[in-house]
């Protein structure tokens, strides 16, 4: 007998039906989402096979909104992602990371009543080195379903999300997703092209032996952050009594995906290389999608201070300090920003292992 296999279309349909009076729209939307993936997937497989590796731009590199070189396959994902989706008439409006403005749907085109948002090729800077890259997508309820979207419309905390999921291109292409009801992951089957459920009901352990972080920064992190990394990077000779792992892959999708299945911590924390960012990530296109997944699957999500799906968006770019991962590690980061806020000295501060200049000295 052949084991039940359930294709994301299936998944999709089965849980509309869960809900009397569903239209069938938000089940439309995601498999024309995962019909995009699998165009990028391609792409970014066949590489320098097709052209598509290196920087955008015949003359000279092309930088997005951000300020940032974009790679052929940014333009190429962007693309991909608003000429898959716009006709479907399921969308009011959407917006993309490499776009400074919200993309309006053609007006020969149905309006419908979700907003999509998205960065179409995240990790792009490992494209050129072949390390996993992927896509983060977020949808949200339209406001004005039916007519044009407005950037006001799209300004929704991260609590206000109806999906959120993250497309995986590495050694197998992979979609994990969210509808708030647990986080489940399907694997592409290139032989029949579809997506299969293949991590069910993914959760994330309390606890941790693993953190990554960009340790070339560790001059510019606040001292909460310095006292966290010191006693992991102290193992089983310090105060927490147990030895850490240490990761950085540098491609977000991959951080989560990793964390998604066998627990850690993830760091990209405020820092001072420029005082007028207060954070690296973006709020709507990287910070509130991964969190919703990462609180889905039982872990935590926060700027170091706050929860970040609390936060009331104030620009469609805006940037955000990131930690997410198992809860008993976020929560100790957290509590160590709220003690060095309030002025109390770490007890790890007493021990010789710690000294005063590298955990409290000024920048």
Known sequence: MHQKRITLTRYTIEAEHKHPG????????????????KVISNQVNKGALV???????EDGAMVNVQGEVQKKLDVISNEVMLQENEWTGYLSGMASEEMEDVYKIPDHCRRGK????????????????????????????????????????????GTEQVCAGLALYGPATMLVLTTGDGV??????????????????????????????????????????KRYVEECLAGKTG??????????????VAETFRILTRGGIFMYPKDSRDPSKSGRLRLMYEANPISFMI???????????????DLAPTDLH?????????????ERLTLYHDEYARGKEPDTLKSPLFSTRSLFRTQ
């Not at 805006?318 to 976020?330: A, M």
């Open 22 to 37: 569903a239209s069938g729209e938000f089940s439309g939307l995601l498999n024309s989402l995962a019909t995009a993936i």
């Open 51 to 57: 052209g598509a590796l290196g920087n955008a731009g």
């Open 114 to 157: 979700y907003l999509l948002v998205f960065d179409p090729l995240d990790g792009s800077s490992n494209i050129d080195v072949n390390l996993t890259v992927g896509s983060i997508f977020s949808i949200l309820r339209a406001p004005n379903p039916g007519n044009h979207a407005s950037l006001e419309d799209f300004l929704q905390p």
């Open 184 to 225: 489940d992951g399907f694997t592409l089957d290139r032989d029949i092209g579809a997506f299969i459920l293949t991590h069910p009901r993914m959760r994330i352990p309390a606890d941790a032996h693993e953190f990554a972080i960009n340790a070339s920064n560790e001059r510019f992190w606040e001292p909460p952050v």
């Open 239 to 252: 105060p927490r009594g147990k030895d850490f792992n240490m990761r950085w892959v540098a491609s977000l």
């Open 295 to 309: 609180e889905q699957a039982g872990g935590a999500a926060t700027t170091g201070r706050e929860r970040v799906m």
């Open 318 to 330: 805006q940037r955000v300090p990131l930690v997410f991962g198992s809860k008993n590690e976020v």
